[in-house]
């Protein structure tokens, strides 16, 4: 028998959702979309360099976001 999903989402337990965009040692930036149309970011930002983190530009170390 073989399972039956709506969605790659949903096979895949919500991994499919999760892109890394960046990865270096001075910023890592990950981007969620859980649900088709909400997505939010996460950035890690060690050297408080101006980043754009989805539609805004941030200093922050750390900085998660939510866009509608």
Do not use: C, H
Not at 10 to 32: C, H, M, N, P
Not at 41 to 63: D, I, Q
């Amino acid at each position: 028998m073989k399972a039956a999903y709506k969605n790659a989402l949903e096979a895949s337990a919500g991994a499919s959702g999760i892109q890394v965009v960046q990865d270096e040692i001075d910023l890592t930036l990950l981007r969620f979309e859980f649900e088709p149309g909400e997505v939010s970011w996460v950035a890690f930002n060690p050297n408080g360099e101006s980043v754009k983190v989805g539609n805004v530009e941030s200093t922050e170390l750390m900085r998660y976001q939510k866009d509608s």
